[in-house]
């Protein structure tokens, strides 16, 4: 059977520099294209009672699952998602993360959970384990097919609204895949990297508008977590074949340009502090390698390069 691993992060790791680094974010909505329509998504009522059992009673019946029947595995998912899709508390100890990777590989329990999970009023920590789980499990090289197809589906549940907003610029299957993804991380870093990444590989040539019209879907308001992120994801980051690729080359030009529009679409006092925060982040970083500079370059409008000028002449921060 195929396994994989459910990686654990200290709080150090997603919740030090990172902490200082991403609080806060900027509107970018001048360049929005209009509304996009509103989902009733208000949770059916369960006719399960939702008794919750100790850790360890619910990992016993984990390890005897084939000997349970459908409505005493149904029971388990309605009394006891919220505790099996807690993070910190059943996924952060061996015993009972293995016993949820138990859960979640097994065939007859994903479908059952695939039944329920739309019945499920899920937390946005929970949607985020959910998500985890199926890209986890995506994401090997050695899986079961119809496993992932499952762990496809369920993803699909959680993430209808964004899968069919993003479905406009993507199609149906890039859309559930991306939603899948955007939502696979509690780590901003993790989110943006992962997201650029299925932009790069996609395997469509995307337009600077399409680019847009994701982010500004995926991030709304927080411009400043992608722009930080997005700027250390150097050209030397691809491998040759990567380099090779024309249309992975075309996405990644275009998602620079983006940037530049987005940035170029806002005020100028949120200009300047996307600006301030992405120079502070490189004096911690220590002079990573970039996506891009401003010196210098014809593609940066004039407007931006005014303020980066007003930014270092009034605090003697060098923007590069």
């Known amino acids: 059977m195929s396994r994989f691993v459910w990686h654990q992060y200290s ?24 509304n996009l329509p509103l989902f009733d998504n208000t949770p059916i009522s369960s006719p399960f009672k939702t008794v919750e059992y100790q850790l360890s009673t ?4 984990i390890k005897d699952i084939d000997s349970l029947n459908d409505d005493e595995l149904k029971e388990i998912i309605v009394r006891q998602y919220s505790t099996i899709l807690n993070y910190d508390l059943f996924l ?6 293995n016993a949820a990777l138990e859960l979640f590989t097994n065939k007859r329990f994903l479908k059952l959970f695939f039944d329920i999970v739309g019945l ?12 985890k789980l199926a890209y986890d499990y995506y994401s090997l090289a050695d899986k079961d097919i119809e496993i992932c197809e499952i762990l496809m589906n369920i993803s699909n549940i959680v993430n209808n609204i964004l899968v069919i907003k993003l479905s406009a610029s993507l199609g149906m299957y890039n859309a559930r895949v991306l939603a899948m993804v955007s939502n696979s991380t509690f780590r901003v870093d993790k989110k943006v990297h992962r997201i650029n990444t299925f932009l790069l590989k996609c395997g469509m ?3 600077v508008q399409n680019i847009i019209d994701i982010y500004l879907i995926i991030f709304d308001s927080r411009f400043k977590d992608l722009f930080i992120n997005t700027m250390l994801e150097s050209i030397d980051s691809l491998s040759d074949d990567d380099k090779a690729n024309a249309i992975l080359v075309n996405n990644y030009n275009n998602i620079s340009i983006a940037l530049i529009k ?18 502070y982040s490189l ?22 390069v005014t303020i980066i000028q007003n930014i270092e002449d009034q605090t003697g921060l060098i923007i590069p």
């Open 120 to 131: 499920l009023e899920l937390s946005e920590s929970q949607i985020i384990c959910i998500n």
């Open 58 to 61: 619910i990992v016993e019946k």
């Open 92 to 97: 952060s100890v061996p015993e009972t993360r």
């Open 11 to 34: 709080e150090e790791e997603y919740g030090g520099v990172e902490r200082k680094l991403f609080i806060g974010g900027f509107m970018f909505d001048k360049i929005f294209k209009g």
């Open 262 to 279: 987005i940035l170029d679409s806002m005020i100028s006092r949120d200009i300047e502090q996307v600006l301030l925060n992405y120079v």
């Open 283 to 304: 004096q911690i970083l220590a002079s990573p390698k970039l996506r891009f500079g401003f010196k210098g370059s014809s593609a940066i409008p004039a407007r931006i």
């Open 205 to 207: 040539q995307l337009s």
